[in-house]
């Protein structure tokens, strides 16, 4: 089963590169996704080919207009089409680990991606888009803002990470941030790699990996260690 990934932008030049390279560019080789950019400028009707217009009751800058973006999703993913309509926005909900494991899981996606002040809201209203912030902070467009979603989905696709197991103890999966990793050289500017890493025992080494992950988990994400704790983890 193909993820087929549609992204509509008025830059679809940018996602050759990013995502053609490394894990996702062999998993699209591969078949195990797809990546199909729509340009929404294709979709305007005027003779000067506008996507924009200025905001309803004034301000800076310019809004997108439905009526260009609907014919652009309509034609890209029809009603009946399975797969989520998400729109890259800094109002959206925070993109989680979960949220991508359940894309991943899925059809593939429609993502829609703004410029300029955003887009007018009866697109989002009448299309039912989710919205899916990347952080807080402002991007000029929702270009980046796709490839980092796409690339969290596509390294979760079946037979896309080598070695699953790194998957499953990774940040976030088990609710922790990642305990510090080592390797070779032993000693690096007179620091040596912690004793217990090249002991050799096995049940140690889990012990203190989880023991670090829960302390930098409390020191650093005071967010995710409270929603961790009632799991019955930590002691801190
Ligand atoms: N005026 C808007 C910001 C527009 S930025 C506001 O204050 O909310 C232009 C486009 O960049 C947005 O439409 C969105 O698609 C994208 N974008 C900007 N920041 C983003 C973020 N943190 N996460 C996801 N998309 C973002």
Redesign the pocket.
């Known amino acids: 089963m193909t993820f087929r990934a549609t992204v509509l932008t008025l830059y679809p030049e940018m996602f050759s590169g990013p995502l053609d390279i490394s894990l996702a560019g062999r998993a699209r080789e591969a078949g195990t996704w797809s990546l199909e950019t729509v340009q929404i400028r294709d979709f305007a009707t005027d003779k000067h080919r506008s996507v924009d217009d200025t905001p309803a009751g004034g301000g800076a800058g310019m809004v997108m207009r439905a009526d260009v973006l609907a014919r652009a999703l309509d034609h890209s993913a029809p009603p009946g089409d399975p797969r989520p309509r998400l ?6 909900r925070p993109l989680t680990q979960a949220r991508v494991r359940e894309l991943a899981a899925g059809p593939g996606a429609v993502i829609l ?7 007018d809201q009866r697109l989002i209203d009448a299309r039912g888009l989710e919205e ?11 270009e980046p ?1 796709a490839m980092v979603l796409l690339d969290a989905v596509v390294r979760l696709l079946p037979g896309v990470m080598g070695n699953v197991v790194s998957g499953e103890e990774e940040s976030f999966e088990s609710g922790l941030l990642e305990h510090p990793h080592y390797t070779r050289p032993k000693e690096f500017e007179g620091r040596e790699i912690p004793e217990v890493l090249t002991s050799g025992n096995h049940a140690k080494i889990a012990a203190w990996r989880h023991e670090q992950a829960e302390r930098l988990t409390a020191e650093r994400r005071p967010d995710l260690w409270q929603a961790y704790r009632p799991r019955g983890g930590g002691k801190a």
């Not at 729109?87 to 959206?92: I, K, T, V």
């Not at 990347?134 to 000029?140: A, F, M, R, T």
Request: proline residues 4%; aromatic residues 8%.
């Open positions: 729109l890259m926005s800094p109002r959206g991606c703004g410029r300029f002040e955003g887009i899916i912030s990347i952080g807080d902070y402002i991007l000029s467009g929702g803002a």
